[in-house]
């Protein structure tokens, strides 16, 4: 760079500028350089020169791109910043006392077209009169500072914005002179506070009559334990509010520490835990006395009575309690007083004579529809409507609470103190419903059960009777069944002998209604022996070894014609890990899995998909330690269905889908719960998955052995 001078003979040597321009790099400043020919600030006279920092600080490579002329500054400023750079130069340079200064943040358009943030500052070199001779300036790329202190004060007014949501009180005080540096919303709004504490002493403004440090400010504790945390509860002196607080040090932005106190009100928490207090020693007896009410015995009831009522009376001072029964007698609904226990009498007395079926208009003409609303009576008797009845059986405060039994007005419980005048509490009220109902339900339970007894003892003699005719009605069933087995034993013989020997066309349809009728009957016949021989105990299970996949053979062989009568397709798969030799009762497992194919087959319509699977769903270890084989079978249908409803009765006896469509296909309601019988006793369990209209599908599991 060549020597610069100025009409005044001031010389600034290369070496000098040398020197500067290392200084200035050192600091990532790029710098600018202005001769001041004219004594305007703008003038396009006055030759500028920018340094090559400068262009490249703004995407710029040479003279070319970015030339010295004070215009190519000037047009990339950002819109809202352009007056404002210019006045501040403009400021500083007209100064002749050179006390103005030139340091101002601004946005430039860097060569790319975004916008980035800079600062400009510099100083004029003056002649005695003040006149600028020469401008010395520098710019300095501050984007990411600004992004960060922007993001920055973004997350103060973020936390801000919580502590001012929480319902905690928050301030911030320093711990040596106690001014207020922070407080949150709750903080002002606790103390009626619309503007800021800042800059308050804290022991001034938030104590009554306080002109030096509070003598039970946590700052002397923190000051020996600067580390530690103090929890402490206190009533304010302005607000009579109970506070917990939590006070401690923190950093502080210019600051070494600061002392933190969060307040939390349990003004509110301390009182209800005195309610809850209160109200759980009256459940505590609640409870005990339900315990003590429910677990009576037979023919203790007066002794119960007596000393429960007692416990529960004792505790909400009563006198006396009554319990009263609706009964709809002729369209009017009249009230009976069916207990009492009284205080005085010394517990559990009989009922008041002449209380028994009183209309309500009679006894208390507004109760009917008071109590019935779900309200309650409460207060002294002089101040109540019924005061004349309630005064004459000695009456001085009531409270009337209604009993409902399966959401029905049911009748109600009269609490009675025949001392003081007083309405019982609000806290009191949801318990002395409690004890109303427990009352009651006491009551109803001992008439229950002198009724069950009663009952149970005609049970008993009706058992006895229907016993002996279950038995006879088995007996009766099994001999007719045998005796029905032989000749159709025969009819089945003949008929198979007639399709051996060839039957005559004009004769094959009635034959085959024969030999299917037959087939039908004897089937029945079988699972009636079954069924008889399950209820006196004599079905039982073979065990013997059989081949799995022989039995699958004759099953599909079984079925088959049934299936391609009705063209339907049946969807076969077997577990190839099944071992090829099981241990069980191969008869009774056809048995099972013809009933569901059988079913599947009669309703499902013609052209439809049945699925049968086998599954091994034992483990290795199992098959290893003790030979178990835990087989699982699936037919699937695409049938008409099974509601909820009808799938809670589907496996009991006698018991069918549709009755009319069984009628059309067959069946009487025995192969379902006779197939749970025998899974059930082969160790596994028969379960249904059906919606009407989309099919079923019948799963059962068993337990074999390993051959």
Not at 72 to 98: M, N, Q, V, Y
Not at 496 to 521: C, F, N, W, Y
Not at 572 to 594: F, K, S
């Amino acid at each position: 760079m060549a020597p610069l001078s100025h009409g005044n003979d001031r010389t600034y040597t290369e070496y000098d500028l040398m020197k500067y321009k290392l200084t200035n790099d050192a600091l990532g400043i790029a710098l600018w350089d202005m001769d001041v020919k004219v004594e305007d600030p703008t003038s396009t006279e006055n030759p500028v020169t920018w340094s090559q920092e400068l262009r490249e600080l703004l995407g710029f490579t040479d003279e070319k791109d970015f030339p010295n002329t004070i215009t190519a500054l000037a047009e990339r400023f950002h819109p809202e910043d352009s007056e404002k750079a210019f006045t501040a130069f403009a400021a500083h340079f007209i100064d002749r006392s050179g006390k103005t200064p030139y340091d101002i943040e601004y946005r430039l358009m860097h060569k790319e077209g975004t916008y980035r943030w800079y600062r400009g500052f510099g100083t004029t070199l003056r002649d005695a009169q003040g006149i600028p001779l020469r401008v010395a300036g520098a710019v300095m790329d501050i984007d990411e500072i600004k992004h960060a202190q922007s993001e920055k004060n973004e997350a103060i007014d973020t936390m801000k914005t919580v502590l001012d949501g929480l319902e905690a009180i928050i301030y911030v005080t320093d711990p040596v002179t106690g001014e207020i540096l922070f407080t949150n919303e709750s903080m002002r709004k606790q103390y009626g506070i619309d503007g800021s504490l800042d800059g308050h002493i804290c022991y001034k403004v938030l104590q009554v009559g306080m002109e030096e440090k509070c003598t039970f400010c946590p700052c002397y504790q923190l000051d020996q334990e600067p580390d530690s945390v103090i929890v402490w509860e206190t009533t304010d002196a302005i607000t009579q509010r109970r506070h917990r607080k939590t006070d401690c040090y923190i950093p502080w932005p210019g600051r070494k520490i600061a002392h933190l106190q969060h307040a939390v009100d349990i003004t509110d928490l301390v009182e209800a835990k005195e309610a809850i207090e209160e109200r759980g020693k009256m459940l505590e007896i609640l409870n005990d006395t339900a315990v003590m009410f429910l677990s009576q015995s037979v023919g203790v009831f007066e002794e119960t009575m007596t000393s429960g009522m007692k416990l529960l009376c004792d505790a909400m001072t009563i006198d006396r309690v009554s319990v009263w029964r609706n009964a709809k007698i002729l369209g009017t609904l009249h009230t009976s007083q069916i207990y009492r226990w009284d205080r005085e009498s010394g517990g559990t007395t009989t009922p008041t004579p002449g209380l028994e079926d009183v209309t309500y208009q009679d006894l208390a003409p507004r109760w009917e529809e008071l109590l019935a609303g779900g309200d309650v009576v409460n207060g002294p008797s002089r101040l109540l409507p019924e005061a004349a009845m309630l005064q004459s059986f000695g009456v001085v405060s009531a409270f009337v609470v209604p009993v409902f039994i399966n959401q029905a007005f049911w009748g109600f419980v009269l609490f009675e103190d025949r001392i003081s005048e007083r309405y019982f509490s609000a806290e009191s009220i949801d318990i002395m419903r409690s004890a109303a109902f427990l009352c009651a339900n006491t009551v109803i339970l001992n008439e229950n059960h002198e009724r069950d007894r009663l009952l149970t003892e005609k049970v008993k003699s009706a058992l006895l009777e229907t016993q002996d005719a279950n038995e006879a009605k088995d007996i009766f069933l099994s001999r007719m069944s045998h005796e029905m087995l032989t000749p159709m034993n025969a009819i089945t013989g003949m008929s198979q002998i007639m399709s051996i020997i060839g039957v005559p066309d004009k004769l094959r349809d009635s034959h085959k209604q024969i030999e299917t009728a037959s087939r039908q009957l004897l089937d029945l016949i079988n699972d009636l022996l079954d069924m008889t021989g399950r209820g006196h105990g004599s079905f039982a299970l073979m065990k013997a070894p059989f081949n799995f996949y022989s039995m699958v053979e004759n099953i599909v062989e079984v079925i088959s014609p049934a299936i391609n009568e009705k063209r339907q397709t049946l969807d076969l798969h077997v577990d190839l890990t099944t071992p090829r030799t099981l241990i069980g009762d191969e008869r009774r497992l056809i048995q099972v899995i013809n009933n569901l194919l059988l079913n599947a087959n009669k309703f499902s319509p013609e052209e439809s998909l049945i699925v049968l699977s086998f599954t091994n769903e034992s483990f290795p270890e199992n098959l290893e330690e003790d030979g178990i084989v835990y087989l699982k079978v699936k037919v699937k249908d695409e049938g008409i269905g099974i509601s909820e409803e009808q799938q809670e009765e589907i496996f009991k006896l006698f018991e069918q889908v549709d009755g009319g469509l069984t009628r059309k296909i067959g069946g009487v309601g025995l192969g379902l719960p006779l197939s749970e019988h025998i899974v059930t006793l082969m160790g596994g369990r028969i379960w249904l998955e059906s919606e009407p209209g989309k099919g079923s599908t019948f799963t059962f599991s068993c337990k074999l052995k390993k051959g």
